[in-house]
């Protein structure tokens, strides 16, 4: 997330380091290269590591263990780096602040509607982003459908959160407790036919951000006379695929969306057959 910050920061630095300390090297590969190594050391860090002794980013990188130390006085000083008491080190306070000012510039529509129109595209259904407001949702985006008989939900309308898939994902994925809760926690998606209205159908999965904070649900629906449950069997995995694409989008980790993905194709083929 910070790579192009950290960048331009280190050019900066580096250009006025060259004209005022020496003209002897030219502004040539090298500054990159230990750029490159820099970003390594920062790159070596995983969202479940706290910290890491040199020996790991050592094996982590590749990079001997006195280039590290070396380029560690450079981003120790940034605050991109710190080095706890016992020697190790963790990611510092900067990374932090340059994460947040990416978050910022980041909008959501730009990031969803590509995503939402590419599975309306594929399906010739609605397809609608929801969030929780309070113990209601809120159709934030929508794309329309192509056929000419359609599921209308505009955006700004205001549904139940415990009726319909959307509503039953941000529920889940807010702590309610009970079935269908758990089974929705456990396989990232929610189909239904009828729940909140006799004469629609829909599946939803939800969407994450930074620190696994929900942002919302995806959801692909229309009339229950066409888009019945073998139909929505089929497109579980291309919506929980585009549910996975928006979170890596937004800079989670979409790993657990991806599994549940490949496992609900692995059952679309047993699960229409039965249909």
Not at 17 to 46: E, M, Y
Request: hydrophobic share 40%; with cysteine; net charge positive.
């Amino acid at each position: 997330m910070f790579r192009s910050a950290l960048l331009s920061n280190w050019e900066r630095n580096d250009v006025v380091k060259r004209t005022t300390v020496t003209q002897s090297k030219p502004a040539s590969t090298n500054g990159v290269a230990a750029l490159d190594r820099a970003i390594a050391i920062l790159d070596a860090f995983a969202a479940a590591d706290r910290s890491l002794s040199l020996a790991e980013i050592a094996a982590r990188t590749g990079l001997y263990k006195s280039t590290i130390l070396r380029l560690a006085n450079s981003l120790l000083r940034g605050q991109l780096l710190e080095r706890l008491d016992d020697g190790r080190y963790r990611v510092g306070p900067a990374t932090f602040r340059l994460g947040a000012l990416y978050q910022r510039s980041v909008v959501a529509i730009d990031i969803l509607l590509p995503i939402m129109r590419d599975l309306a595209e594929r399906s010739w259904e609605s397809v609608a982003f929801y969030v929780r407001s309070g113990d209601v949702r809120t159709c934030l985006y929508r794309v329309e459908s192509k056929h000419p008989i359609r599921y209308t939900i505009r955006e700004g309308d205001v549904l139940p959160l415990l009726a319909g898939t959307g509503g039953r994902v941000l529920a889940a994925f807010s702590g309610q407790q009970g079935e269908p809760y758990e089974t929705i926690r456990k396989t990232y998606h929610c189909l239904s036919v009828g729940d909140r209205d006799p004469e629609t159908a829909g599946v939803s999965a939800p969407v994450f951000g930074p620190g696994h904070i929900l942002l919302g649900a995806l959801t692909l629906s229309g009339p229950s006379t066409r888009v019945d449950a073998a139909f929505l069997q089929r497109m579980k995995n291309p919506l929980i695929e585009a549910a996975a694409r928006a979170t890596r989008a937004f800079g989670e980790d979409a790993s657990m969306l991806e599994q549940a993905a490949l496992k609900a194709e692995a059952e679309g083929p047993v699960l229409k057959r039965q249909a």
